[in-house]
C-alpha cells in the first residue's frame, strides 16, 4: 500500500504505531523524515475534509494556552506512600505485612522523581488527565498531558478508568533541550518535568518532551486485573511505558538485594528516581492489609539517602541570635539540590567552618534529604581563603567573647538583634503565644516604638499600635486584638513562662521540668546548680546557664517589672485523683476545642504524663482529626485509644 492511497485511520494507525515505536519502546523502525512526510500529508487530509480522529497525533502539537487551571476530582482517592528510609525500617515493614499474609509475593519497581498525574480513559479514549494535588482534587492539566507522546489518545479497553503514572523529563532529553535553548537552560529535570505540566501554554509541555511512566490504577470499569502484574500488562497492552524495573521478591532480604542493585545502577539511568517501591502483588491480599488516614499499608516507598552536590562557598555572613551566640551563614552559588535551589546554609559556628576545613571561594559538598535544611558537610576541594573569626558583633560593635566552638555578643541589653530575638521567643506560640505579633512587627516595636525589652509590651496602647499596621478598616482592629493577647498573656501557665524568658538551653520540656519542681520563678531564681543538677536531663551546662541568667541584673529587673504588672504565675499542683494520674498519654492529629498544649496542661494538670512518640511504654494515645502513624502504632500494640469526645469525658471524671 502506498502512502498515498492510506484512509485517514490507516495514517493514524500507523504514525501512532511508528510514534509508539519511537517514544515507548525506544526502538522507530523508520526515519524521521518518513514519519514527517506522512504526518503532512495527515495534516493535509484533515484540513481538507474538517475530520480530526480522536487518536489523530495532531492533537499533540498543544492548543491556546489557557487563562487558569481548572479543579478535576478524582473518581477515586490517591493515595500518597509511607516512607522508609532504612533496611531496618523496611525490615519493619515486611515483618508487619507477613504477620497479617504469611509468606507475600511482592513487586519491586523504582520511584521516578517527577510529578504524579492521573489520566481519565472513557469508552477507549482519553478524556482527562490532573495533577494528583491534595489526593482528592489536582489540577486539570488534560491540555498539556495529551502533548505527551508515551500517553496514548486512545486504548483498547471500554470501560471507564484511571490509571496514575509519573511525568518526567529524561535526563538526555532535558540534555538535548538545554543545548537547544542555551540562553534559556532548565536545571533539573524533576522541575523541569513538572513546570511543563503545569504550565498553562500546552506549547511548553509539548516542547520539552516529556514521557509518563504508568504503574497504577485507581477507580475502574470492569477492569480484570487481580494483580500489579496483571495491571502492568494491561498497561503495556495499552501502549504505555511501565517502569523501567519490575522484579518479584518474596523475602526482606530479596528485596533488599534488587534495591541495592538499583542504588548501584542509578547514576547511570536516564532518569531521576529517589526510591524504589515495594508493593504487595495480588489486590486481593492488598485488601486485607487495608490503609490508614494517609497510606496504603500493602506499599511502602525506600527512599535512598540524600543527594549531595558540590557548590563554591562565596561568603559568611554572622548573624546573632536570642542569647548573643553567633551563627555563621554560608552565602553559595546557586546549586539545585532535591529540586530546591540552595543559595544559604547554616555552618553552626566557628569550630565547625575549622573542622570541616571550610574556606572562602572553595567548592563544599552540600547534603539535603527531602525536607531537611541543607547542610555543607566539609571542603571539596583545597585552597580557597581562610575565613576569618570575627573578633566584634556584626551587629553592635562589641567585643565578642569565646565559649568552647561558639562565639557570643555579651552585650546583651543594646544589641538589636538579640533584643528582637528574644522578645520574638517571648512572643511565640509556645512561649507567651501572643497572637498577632510576627517577627516583622516586633522589629517595627523595637525600631519605632523604643521597645527594649518584654516588660515594656505590657503598657503598649492601641494608638502606639495602630500606625504599625497597614492602614485600611482593619488596622485599629489588628492593634486592639494584640493588646487584647498581650493582655491575656498575663494568665500564661508557669513552664511556658519560663519558656519565654528565653534561658539558654532550656527548651519546652526543661521548663516544664523546673516548673514542676520549682513552682514559682521566684523559688527558681534562687536554685542553686546543684539543685537544678539534680532534675533529670538537667547537666552541669544548662544548670549553670540557669544560674547565670538570674544573676544578670537585667534579667532580674525584667523579672521585676513583670512582676509588678501582675504576671508570677505558680505552678498548679498535680491533683493525686483524675483520669490520667500514673498514665503516659500521647497526642495526635488534631482536636478541634484545644490546641495542643492546653490539651496536655489539662491532662498534666489530672496526673498525666505526655510523651511525644508511642511506645510500649504508654498507657493512651488521644486522636484528633488526621492523626497520622502514631494512630496506626497505637492500634499495632493494642494501646487505649480515645477520640475527643472519650478526651473530654476523662477531664470531666
Ligand atoms: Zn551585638
Given at each position: 500500500m502506498t502512502e498515498k492511497s492510506m484512509t485517514m485511520q490507516e495514517m493514524v494507525a500507523q504514525l501512532n504505531r511508528w510514534a509508539y515505536e519511537y517514544y515507548v519502546l525506544d526502538d522507530p523502525s523508520v526515519p524521521d523524515t518518513q514519519y514527517d512526510a506522512l504526518y503532512d500529508q495527515l495534516v493535509l487530509l484533515e484540513k481538507q475534509t474538517g475530520v480530526v480522529l480522536p487518536d489523530s497525533p495532531t492533537h499533540r502539537v498543544g492548543g491556546e494556552p489557557l487563562s487558569s487551571f481548572h479543579q478535576h476530582t478524582h473518581l477515586k482517592r490517591l493515595y500518597s506512600l509511607d516512607k522508609v528510609q532504612s533496611f531496618g525500617e523496611l525490615r519493619e515493614w515486611v515483618d508487619k505485612v507477613e504477620r497479617v499474609l504469611g509468606r507475600t509475593e511482592f513487586t519491586v519497581e523504582l520511584k521516578y522523581d517527577g510529578l504524579t498525574i492521573n489520566v481519565t480513559y472513557r469508552d477507549g479514549v482519553l478524556v482527562g488527565a490532573a495533577t494528583?494535588?491534595?489526593?482528592?482534587t489536582g489540577e486539570d492539566v488534560t491540555e498539556q498531558v495529551k502533548t505527551i507522546r508515551s500517553v496514548p489518545l486512545v486504548i483498547p479497553f471500554k470501560g471507564a478508568c484511571e490509571l496514575q503514572g509519573e511525568g518526567i523529563m529524561r535526563l538526555s532529553v532535558l540534555d538535548r533541550y538545554n543545548r537547544a535553548h542555551p540562553a534559556d537552560t532548565l536545571k533539573n529535570a524533576r522541575n523541569a518535568a513538572a513546570g511543563a505540566i503545569r504550565n498553562l501554554d500546552p506549547k511548553v509541555t509539548a516542547e520539552r518532551s516529556l514521557d509518563v511512566v504508568f504503574y497504577s490504577n485507581g477507580y475502574e470499569e470492569g477492569?480484570?486485573?487481580?494483580?500489579q502484574t496483571e495491571l502492568v500488562e494491561f498497561l503495556r497492552g495499552c501502549g504505555m511505558r511501565t517502569n523501567y524495573v519490575f522484579e518479584k521478591a518474596y523475602t526482606f532480604e530479596q528485596i533488599k538485594a534488587i534495591i541495592e542493585k538499583i542504588g548501584s545502577q542509578r547514576s547511570s539511568y536516564d532518569f531521576l528516581i529517589d526510591g524504589v517501591v515495594i508493593k504487595v502483588n495480588d489486590f486481593a491480599l492488598r485488601e486485607r492489609l487495608g490503609y490508614t488516614d494517609k497510606f496504603p499499608k500493602w506499599a511502602v516507598a525506600y527512599k535512598f539517602d540524600a543527594e549531595q552536590v558540590t557548590t563554591t562557598l562565596t561568603d559568611v555572613e554572622w548573624q546573632v541570635g536570642r542569647t548573643g551566640k553567633l551563627t555563621p551563614i554560608g552565602k553559595l552559588e546557586a546549586v539545585e539540590l532535591c529540586g530546591a535551589t540552595i543559595r544559604r546554609a547554616t555552618l553552626n559556628n566557628y569550630g565547625d567552618i575549622l573542622r570541616k576545613r571550610l574556606k572562602k571561594d572553595a567548592l563544599v559538598f552540600l547534603r539535603r534529604s527531602n525536607d531537611v535544611i541543607p547542610e555543607v558537610m566539609g571542603a571539596a576541594e583545597e585552597g580557597g581563603t581562610d575565613i576569618p573569626k570575627p573578633t566584634h558583633c556584626p551587629a553592635c560593635g562589641s567585643p565578642l567573647q569565646e565559649t568552647g566552638a561558639n562565639l557570643y555578643c555579651v552585650n546583651a541589653e543594646h544589641c538589636r538583634p538579640q533584643i528582637v530575638a528574644r522578645i520574638a521567643h517571648y512572643c511565640s506560640k509556645h512561649a507567651c503565644d501572643i497572637e498577632g505579633l510576627s517577627d516583622k512587627t516586633v522589629e517595627l516595636l523595637v525600631d519605632r516604638l523604643g521597645v527594649h525589652s518584654v516588660a515594656d509590651l505590657y503598657s503598649l496602647t492601641e494608638a502606639d499600635l495602630s500606625p504599625l499596621f497597614v492602614q485600611g478598616d482593619k488596622e485599629s482592629k489588628k492593634a486592639r486584638n494584640v493588646v487584647l493577647a498581650i493582655e491575656k498573656s498575663?494568665?500564661?501557665?508557669l513552664a511556658q513562662f519560663i519558656f519565654a524568658l528565653g534561658l539558654d538551653n532550656v527548651g519546652t520540656v526543661t521548663a516544664r521540668d523546673l516548673a514542676a519542681r520549682f513552682g514559682s520563678v521566684e523559688a527558681l531564681s534562687a536554685a542553686t546548680v546543684e539543685q537544678l543538677q539534680a532534675i533529670e536531663g538537667i547537666g552541669e551546662v544548662v544548670a549553670e546557664g540557669i544560674v547565670q541568667y538570674f544573676s544578670e541584673s537585667q534579667n532580674r529587673e525584667i523579672l521585676r517589672r513583670l512582676g509588678e504588672i501582675g504576671i508570677d504565675p505558680r505552678y498548679t499542683v498535680r491533683t493525686a485523683q483524675g483520669a490520667f494520674v500514673g498514665k503516659k498519654v500521647v497526642l495526635t492529629g488534631s482536636l478541634s476545642r484545644y490546641t495542643r498544649s492546653q490539651a496536655a496542661a489539662l491532662i498534666e494538670q489530672r496526673g498525666g504524663e505526655i510523651a511525644s512518640s508511642v511506645s510500649k511504654s504508654v498507657n493512651l494515645v488521644i486522636v484528633g482529626e488526621d492523626a497520622g502513624s502514631k494512630l496506626d502504632k497505637a492500634r499495632a500494640l493494642g494501646i487505649e485509644i480515645a477520640d475527643e469526645e472519650a478526651f473530654e469525658q476523662m477531664l470531666r471524671d
Amino acid at each position: 500500500m502506498t502512502e498515498k492511497s492510506m484512509t485517514m485511520q490507516e495514517m493514524v494507525a500507523q504514525l501512532n504505531r511508528w510514534a509508539y515505536e519511537y517514544y515507548v519502546l525506544d526502538d522507530p523502525s523508520v526515519p524521521d523524515t518518513q514519519y514527517d512526510a506522512l504526518y503532512d500529508q495527515l495534516v493535509l487530509l484533515e484540513k481538507q475534509t474538517g475530520v480530526v480522529l480522536p487518536d489523530s497525533p495532531t492533537h499533540r502539537v498543544g492548543g491556546e494556552p489557557l487563562s487558569s487551571f481548572h479543579q478535576h476530582t478524582h473518581l477515586k482517592r490517591l493515595y500518597s506512600l509511607d516512607k522508609v528510609q532504612s533496611f531496618g525500617e523496611l525490615r519493619e515493614w515486611v515483618d508487619k505485612v507477613e504477620r497479617v499474609l504469611g509468606r507475600t509475593e511482592f513487586t519491586v519497581e523504582l520511584k521516578y522523581d517527577g510529578l504524579t498525574i492521573n489520566v481519565t480513559y472513557r469508552d477507549g479514549v482519553l478524556v482527562g488527565a490532573a495533577t494528583r494535588g491534595n489526593g482528592v482534587t489536582g489540577e486539570d492539566v488534560t491540555e498539556q498531558v495529551k502533548t505527551i507522546r508515551s500517553v496514548p489518545l486512545v486504548i483498547p479497553f471500554k470501560g471507564a478508568c484511571e490509571l496514575q503514572g509519573e511525568g518526567i523529563m529524561r535526563l538526555s532529553v532535558l540534555d538535548r533541550y538545554n543545548r537547544a535553548h542555551p540562553a534559556d537552560t532548565l536545571k533539573n529535570a524533576r522541575n523541569a518535568a513538572a513546570g511543563a505540566i503545569r504550565n498553562l501554554d500546552p506549547k511548553v509541555t509539548a516542547e520539552r518532551s516529556l514521557d509518563v511512566v504508568f504503574y497504577s490504577n485507581g477507580y475502574e470499569e470492569g477492569l480484570d486485573v487481580a494483580s500489579q502484574t496483571e495491571l502492568v500488562e494491561f498497561l503495556r497492552g495499552c501502549g504505555m511505558r511501565t517502569n523501567y524495573v519490575f522484579e518479584k521478591a518474596y523475602t526482606f532480604e530479596q528485596i533488599k538485594a534488587i534495591i541495592e542493585k538499583i542504588g548501584s545502577q542509578r547514576s547511570s539511568y536516564d532518569f531521576l528516581i529517589d526510591g524504589v517501591v515495594i508493593k504487595v502483588n495480588d489486590f486481593a491480599l492488598r485488601e486485607r492489609l487495608g490503609y490508614t488516614d494517609k497510606f496504603p499499608k500493602w506499599a511502602v516507598a525506600y527512599k535512598f539517602d540524600a543527594e549531595q552536590v558540590t557548590t563554591t562557598l562565596t561568603d559568611v555572613e554572622w548573624q546573632v541570635g536570642r542569647t548573643g551566640k553567633l551563627t555563621p551563614i554560608g552565602k553559595l552559588e546557586a546549586v539545585e539540590l532535591c529540586g530546591a535551589t540552595i543559595r544559604r546554609a547554616t555552618l553552626n559556628n566557628y569550630g565547625d567552618i575549622l573542622r570541616k576545613r571550610l574556606k572562602k571561594d572553595a567548592l563544599v559538598f552540600l547534603r539535603r534529604s527531602n525536607d531537611v535544611i541543607p547542610e555543607v558537610m566539609g571542603a571539596a576541594e583545597e585552597g580557597g581563603t581562610d575565613i576569618p573569626k570575627p573578633t566584634h558583633c556584626p551587629a553592635c560593635g562589641s567585643p565578642l567573647q569565646e565559649t568552647g566552638a561558639n562565639l557570643y555578643c555579651v552585650n546583651a541589653e543594646h544589641c538589636r538583634p538579640q533584643i528582637v530575638a528574644r522578645i520574638a521567643h517571648y512572643c511565640s506560640k509556645h512561649a507567651c503565644d501572643i497572637e498577632g505579633l510576627s517577627d516583622k512587627t516586633v522589629e517595627l516595636l523595637v525600631d519605632r516604638l523604643g521597645v527594649h525589652s518584654v516588660a515594656d509590651l505590657y503598657s503598649l496602647t492601641e494608638a502606639d499600635l495602630s500606625p504599625l499596621f497597614v492602614q485600611g478598616d482593619k488596622e485599629s482592629k489588628k492593634a486592639r486584638n494584640v493588646v487584647l493577647a498581650i493582655e491575656k498573656s498575663k494568665q500564661v501557665p508557669l513552664a511556658q513562662f519560663i519558656f519565654a524568658l528565653g534561658l539558654d538551653n532550656v527548651g519546652t520540656v526543661t521548663a516544664r521540668d523546673l516548673a514542676a519542681r520549682f513552682g514559682s520563678v521566684e523559688a527558681l531564681s534562687a536554685a542553686t546548680v546543684e539543685q537544678l543538677q539534680a532534675i533529670e536531663g538537667i547537666g552541669e551546662v544548662v544548670a549553670e546557664g540557669i544560674v547565670q541568667y538570674f544573676s544578670e541584673s537585667q534579667n532580674r529587673e525584667i523579672l521585676r517589672r513583670l512582676g509588678e504588672i501582675g504576671i508570677d504565675p505558680r505552678y498548679t499542683v498535680r491533683t493525686a485523683q483524675g483520669a490520667f494520674v500514673g498514665k503516659k498519654v500521647v497526642l495526635t492529629g488534631s482536636l478541634s476545642r484545644y490546641t495542643r498544649s492546653q490539651a496536655a496542661a489539662l491532662i498534666e494538670q489530672r496526673g498525666g504524663e505526655i510523651a511525644s512518640s508511642v511506645s510500649k511504654s504508654v498507657n493512651l494515645v488521644i486522636v484528633g482529626e488526621d492523626a497520622g502513624s502514631k494512630l496506626d502504632k497505637a492500634r499495632a500494640l493494642g494501646i487505649e485509644i480515645a477520640d475527643e469526645e472519650a478526651f473530654e469525658q476523662m477531664l470531666r471524671d
